[in-house]
């Protein structure tokens, strides 16, 4: 398994609060990507990070910040959880983006807003 | 604007039959295009994948299939066993993004 850690796993919080995902990888990969899955809409990416600092956003952005100051790890941020962020989110690495090695995926984390 | 149209949403397929998922997509820009596999409480893990210049590519029982002119592309389980049972992704790749389809649930009957 890739070296891939997320945490929390498993998160429950109310509408309002800000909430925070971690990735952490310890394989030195520069592309690290935030990706929700939804029944019935598969897997759609929020941000994704291609160097320190440096993150662009994906399809279903808002509502989300990332950020990114160290290689190894890579932060989602709900700045005030809605019941629609209810979800799974996946962290997943690349080594030289898509263009080289396919991505690897995180075991995920489970986010309920209530 | 769903980029990656998969389909069947699910798919009940006997032991031992041939389990067939298609995936078509609009932009000629991607250029690599995988399949992903998921079991549950799990994160996807790369299956197989091809690229537009290759018509088809085979792994043991896994066998993607590739029209460039149709924009298709499609994965054939052969000898479909009970341990396949998982949802299949497929996705397209363009730049640093890849883009998913919504997922085809597989269930082999024993």
């Known amino acids: 398994d890739a070296g891939i850690t997320q945490s929390p796993r498993h998160k429950v919080t109310e509408t309002g609060t800000p909430v925070t995902l971690r990735c952490h990888q310890t394989?030195?990969?520069?592309?690290m990507y935030w990706y929700r899955q939804d029944p019935g809409h598969g897997l759609r990416l929020i941000h994704y990070?291609?160097?320190?600092?440096?993150?662009d956003k994906g399809e279903v952005s808002d509502g989300y910040s990332v950020s990114r100051s160290k290689t190894e790890d890579f932060l989602l941020t709900l700045e005030s959880a809605t019941s629609s962020q209810t979800s799974v989110y996946f962290c997943?690495?690349?080594?030289?983006?898509?263009?080289?090695?396919?991505?690897?995926f995180g075991e995920g984390s489970w986010l309920t807003v209530v | 604007q769903q980029q990656v149209k998969q389909s069947p949403q699910s798919l009940i397929v006997q032991k031992g039959g041939i389990s067939i998922i298609n995936c078509a997509y609009e932009?000629?820009?991607?250029?690599?295009f995988p399949w992903y596999q998921q079991f549950p409480g799990k994160g996807p893990a790369l299956l197989i994948a091809?690229?537009?210049?290759?018509s088809e590519k085979k792994e043991g029982r896994f066998t993607i299939s590739f029209n460039k002119s149709a924009k298709q592309f499609s994965l054939h389980i052969m000898d479909s066993q009970p341990g396949d049972s998982a949802t299949y992704f497929c996705?397209?790749?363009?730049?640093?993004?890849?883009?998913f389809g919504k997922g085809t649930r597989l269930h082999i009957l024993p």
């Open positions: 996705a397209a790749r363009r730049r640093d993004k890849i883009i």
């Open positions: 990070s291609y160097g320190v600092k440096d993150t």
């Open positions: 394989e030195n990969h520069r592309y």
């Open positions: 997943a690495i690349s080594e030289s983006g898509v263009s080289g090695n396919t991505i690897y």
């Open positions: 091809i690229r537009p210049d290759v």
């Open positions: 932009n000629t820009a991607f250029d690599y």
